[in-house]
Each structure stands twice: as structure tokens, then as C-alpha cells.
């Protein structure tokens, strides 16, 4: 069950990226930009992290 979980959680994260990047890339507002950068890096760091308890 445990790479059942994984699995779910990496396309999730993938998916995440993949609406977040070219916003990213594209918005001329460095603010927002890092807002962005900073909830991704959240939802990275709670993929890796979560896995270190088990």
C-alpha cells in the first residue's frame, strides 16, 4: 500500500508542477512568482517528508 501511496502523491505533485510552471515562467511579477515558487516548494517538501515517518 505504501508505493500505492507514493505513486498517487508523485503524479499529484506532478500534476501540481505542471499547472504551476508556466505561470511561473510567464508572470512579470516577481511577487507572485514567489508565492507560486513558495507553494510548490511547500507541496515538495510535505511529498518527502511525509515518507520519513513509515
Do not use: H
Not at 512568482?33 to 515518507?51: E, H, K, P, R, Y
Amino acid at each position: 500500500m505504501k508505493s500505492w501511496q507514493r505513486l498517487t502523491g508523485f503524479i499529484g505533485l506532478t500534476l501540481m508542477a505542471a499547472f504551476l510552471l508556466p505561470y511561473i515562467f510567464k508572470l512579470p511579477q516577481l511577487d507572485i512568482t514567489l508565492i507560486l515558487m513558495g507553494g510548490l516548494s511547500l507541496a515538495v517538501f510535505d511529498f518527502f517528508s511525509s515518507n520519513k515517518g513509515e
